[in-house]
């Protein structure tokens, strides 16, 4: 009976100790520039220090660590891409790119968090707000001291949001906001919520709500068997007096929240690697570790078919993201390059994520290892920003010039 505890209690520490180390078997780290390495090495040591040791916890206990977004900001992973002096990071796609990726080798609840608050609700702002909403909200947003969500998708409107039917109603100086999102990543911590709502012209307007105006609440989404350490709630409006001021000026379209979803989704396609690596990192160490038939696992034929497959895709997927870097840091990255991105890489890190959980026998459906905790997290990253059958019909329609969706 000893002898079993002293070894599952010695597998148990290994596990607890966090090991990875990144995975470049192409040299693809030759195409990068020091300033993406640097990057890289700061955040993957950030996640060692501040994601590793507690995220099994937190997502046990479904709970967001919410005291992250102070050090997330500290690290510029909040708009990495966006300017200086709007409380982005100034750096460029590619960098942006890398952040995502060490951050989603913690978790992908984790590059949640900055993907939201970066490319959903700082990236509009920036993008189509006001010189005076962009200076009031920017910065406090850029450091961590407000925290933002995203509001698009409605309870009968989600693949579809252009059926949305949350609506703004004019009223003087304000609009008068009615409506409901659904599965909005933070909303119940955030402090300001960018929402799309419908005019009365029929068009898509992005509204800035802080939290506290009279009729807007949040309640929190529980039960969710992924993203538990991401908080999800809902957002709704009963008669929201939102003041002129806070409506972006300059879009009146679904191409606003769309365009954000574009940059978020690229940040996707770079973040679903890391989750990969950390799976593969964990499979590769573990192949060599654990003895049967007095020998390690990792020499037989079936392990290593699986292992050399999962680095064979990680691999692929590497490549893409890097040239989808390359074109997006040229402003030529379309959206339809992308949806592939994000649908290739998040449903390549789910077959990775499986495969890891098989090597790891037993021992992979425990929260001793990562990986299930990546698995279900993936459930989620292939369904939001755009379902894995949406990107698929988004390549269709970029290829045959065929709407499947009008
Ligand atoms: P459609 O007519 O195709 O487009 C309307 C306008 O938008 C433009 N556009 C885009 N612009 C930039 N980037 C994109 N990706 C764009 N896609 C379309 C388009 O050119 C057009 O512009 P204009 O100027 O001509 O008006 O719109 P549609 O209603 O036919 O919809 C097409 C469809 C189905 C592809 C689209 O609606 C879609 O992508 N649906 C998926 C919805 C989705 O992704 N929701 C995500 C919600 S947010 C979220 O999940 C956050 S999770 C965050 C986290 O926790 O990390
Ligand atoms: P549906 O649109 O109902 O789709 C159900 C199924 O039907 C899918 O398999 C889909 O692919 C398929 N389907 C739909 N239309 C078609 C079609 N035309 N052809 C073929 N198949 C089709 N949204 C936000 O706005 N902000 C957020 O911060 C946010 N965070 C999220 C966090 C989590 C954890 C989750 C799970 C979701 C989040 N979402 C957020 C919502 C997310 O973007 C939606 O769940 C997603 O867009 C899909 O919408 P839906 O869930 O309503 O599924």
């Not at 500290?74 to 796609?93: K, N, Q, T």
């Not at 925290?147 to 039917?165: A, K, Q, R, V, Y």
């Not at 696992?297 to 490549?319: D, H, R, S, V």
């Not at 290892?369 to 988004?394: A, C, F, K």
């Amino acid at each position: 009976m000893d002898v079993i505890n002293e070894k599952v209690n010695t597998i148990t520490s290994k596990a607890k100790e966090d090991r990875f180390q990144g995975h470049d078997y192409y040299q693809i780290d030759e195409l990068l520039q020091d300033e993406h390495l640097l990057a890289r090495e700061a955040v993957r040591e950030w996640v060692k220090s501040e994601v590793s040791p507690i995220i099994e916890q937190y997502a046990e206990k479904s709970k967001c660590p919410t005291h992250l977004f102070k050090g997330l900001a500290e690290i510029g992973a909040f708009g990495p891409s966006l300017p200086v002096e709007y409380g982005g990071g100034g750096m460029d796609e590619m960098a942006y790119g890398i952040i995502m990726q060490e951050l989603e080798r913690g978790d992908s609840g984790i590059r949640s968090m900055a993907s939201v608050q970066g490319s959903l609700v700082m990236y509009p702002i920036y993008k189509y707000g006001s010189e005076e909403q962009r200076r009031k909200y920017l910065p406090k947003l850029g450091s961590g001291e407000f925290i933002g969500c995203f509001g698009l998708t409605e309870p009968d409107h989600g693949s579809n949001p252009s059926g949305m039917t949350t609506n703004l109603k004019d009223d003087g100086d304000a609009y008068i906001l009615n409506g409901a999102k659904m599965w909005i990543t933070n909303s119940p911590v955030a402090d300001v919520a960018v929402v799309w709502a419908k005019d009365e012209e029929g068009k898509v307007r992005g509204v800035i709500v802080e939290r506290g105006m009279k009729g807007f609440s949040t309640p929190e989404i529980h039960g969710k068997w992924s993203l538990r350490a991401s908080v999800t709630g809902e957002l709704v409006f009963e008669d929201v007096r939102v003041p002129k001021y806070n409506v972006l000026p300059n879009i009146a379209s679904l191409r606003g929240p769309l365009s954000c979803l574009s940059k978020a989704r690229y940040g996707i396609s770079w973040g679903a690697i890391g989750a990969a690596m950390d799976c593969y990192d964990s499979a590769l160490r573990y192949s060599k570790e654990r003895i049967q038939f007095d020998r390690p696992i990792g020499q037989f034929q079936l392990t290593q078919k699986k292992l050399a497959e999962m680095i064979t895709e990680i691999t692929k997927a590497q490549l893409l993201a890097w040239r989808l870097g390359t074109l997006a840091n040229k402003g030529k990255a379309t959206p339809a390059q992308i949806s592939m991105a994000k649908r290739n890489n998040v449903e390549m890190a789910l077959k990775v994520a499986r495969e890891a959980r098989q090597i790891h026998g037993g021992m992979g459906i425990t929260s001793e290892y990562p990986i299930m905790r990546h698995m279900m997290n993936l459930e989620s990253v292939v369904t939001y920003e755009g379902t894995h059958d949406v990107h698929l019909l988004i390549t269709g329609m970029d290829i045959t010039g065929l709407n499947a969706f009008a």
